[in-house]
């Protein structure tokens, strides 16, 4: 059972506004080489839920209050150091906020519109928040500002190994890989000041999942001896306790997920499972791998925006998966795809291939526009080894690049990089949050 510390350093009475579009989860899907499973697969959260009134809007929260937009802040956490900073993306040059001390390595997590940011250190079996001290106030077409400096909560989750990272309908669901225990939070209930977090015990200890999806929450199975799951059991967000009401499967060698609309996604060393939701109850299907697949390519790796699902397809490129059609299209690259992420408005698919290059394609797997060098070393796919990372941000994506030391943003429509953001260590998870829901690229002050 995982145990929470109930001091709190803000007294927050106002909700934030919690609005997830699509990929910001996280520091973006590991690769896969060789045909196996990646280290750790990327947590792809979604919108459906957990959006206060726009009209209701958010009390003043004391800080400077401005009706301008913000591209956010970037939060960096190094690869073997345990270290993270905080970037304010609205400087000329993004500006240094923050150098954080953790008790280990992390993996950081969140979603592009939302106020929190979630430090995952495994070796530590502890979670720190982060919360970005950017409010979103509604004024039914736009939004005011008011900014504060981040801070991290002195809320914790507390377990074994915490591992997969999941956003979706307002629920934030941590899976301890050493336990299988899963922590679900009420993500509004931090800008509450009363932080509610229910935990599941699925029994046993493997590398699994759990994501909220219409008011259940489905989470891995695990099988004594194996470090895969094959199932997925659900329960009501209400009662997270005794049996399962409901086992999906069977999803050999389950690793990965994605969730949008009315669909879960998780993939299988045969296919991918897919869970959708009828009213109160779920129903499963299986799109197995097209015919004539090479042994051990498999989707092990989702990310997913609106109705479009991406899956890496071994080490070889990415699969298109229409969950509702049940069809599964490779994308070749040519090279081992290193990580993938959508933009935040869904538009394009980026994908960081082994030979230095960042691509650009359409959801339809097209390709958009010649790729960038983005390193003039390839990049090592050996196990281990820190990986190059993508997140989306305000009209842009962020490209970590731990041998380089360097964080890029690239513009996701004029397709060039614009800033370089030096990284004194080794930059392998990256996560922008609190951008602004209303972003534009009119002209707006950078300054606040």
């Not at 990929?23 to 750790?40: K, S, Y």
């Not at 937009?69 to 609205?90: E, H, K, N």
Request: one cysteine or more.
């Amino acid at each position: 059972m995982t145990t929470h510390s109930k001091a709190w350093l803000r007294g927050f009475t106002a909700f934030g506004l919690l609005l997830a579009m699509g990929c910001g989860d996280d520091d973006g899907p590991a690769p896969v080489v060789d045909g196996g499973l990646p280290m750790e697969d990327g947590a792809v959260p979604d919108p459906d839920g957990g959006i206060p009134d726009p009209d209701g809007g958010v009390p003043d929260g004391g800080g400077e209050h401005t009706g301008e937009l913000t591209m956010g802040r970037l939060v960096v956490a190094d690869s073997t150091a345990p270290t993270a900073w905080i970037f304010d993306l609205d400087a000329e040059t993004p500006a240094l906020l923050e150098t954080l001390t953790l008790a280990a390595p992390a993996r950081a997590y969140g979603t592009t519109h939302g106020r929190y940011a979630y430090l995952l250190q495994r070796t530590a079996n502890l979670v720190n928040v982060i919360d970005s001290g950017i409010v979103f106030e509604s004024h039914v077409d736009h939004y005011h500002l008011d900014i504060d400096d981040p801070e991290v909560l002195s809320f914790t989750m507390n377990g074994m190994m915490p591992t997969h990272f999941t956003e979706h309908d307002g629920w934030v669901a941590i899976f301890y890989d050493g336990s299988g225990d899963v922590d679900l939070l009420q993500e509004r209930s931090l800008s509450a000041g009363s932080p509610m977090v229910r935990t599941l015990s699925t029994g046993v200890a493997h590398h699994g999942v759990a994501v909220a999806a219409n008011g259940h929450l489905l989470a891995t199975i695990g099988v004594e001896g194996e470090a895969l799951p094959t199932e997925v059991g659900m329960w009501e967000v209400t009662a997270l306790e005794g049996d399962a009401e409901d086992l999906f499967g069977p999803c050999p060698g389950l690793h990965g997920e994605a969730a949008a609309g009315d669909f879960v996604v998780f993939g299988c060393s045969d296919g991918v499972l897919v869970v959708e939701a009828h009213d109160d109850h779920f129903h499963s299907h299986k799109i197995d791998n097209p015919e004539g697949t090479a042994a051990g390519t498999r989707v092990g790796t989702l990310v997913a925006f609106g109705d479009v699902f991406i899956g890496n397809w071994g080490s070889e490129g990415f699969s298109i998966i229409d969950p509702e059609a049940e069809t599964l299209t490779p994308v070749i690259t040519g090279s081992p795809v290193m990580s993938f992420q959508f933009d935040m408005w869904g538009d394009h698919l980026f994908v960081v291939t082994a030979d230095g290059r960042l691509h650009r394609f359409e959801p339809d797997g097209e390709v958009h526009g010649e790729p960038i060098v983005v390193s003039d070393t390839p990049f090592s796919t050996e196990r281990g080894v820190p990986r190059p990372a993508l997140t989306a941000g305000a009209g842009r994506m962020y490209l970590a690049l731990p041998a380089a030391g360097q964080v890029l943003e690239v513009h996701a429509e004029e397709w060039e990089i614009e800033r370089t953001i030096t990284i004194p260590g080794s930059p392998h998870s990256v996560i922008a949050v609190s951008v602004s829901p209303d972003w534009t690229e009119e002209p707006h002050d950078h300054e606040h």
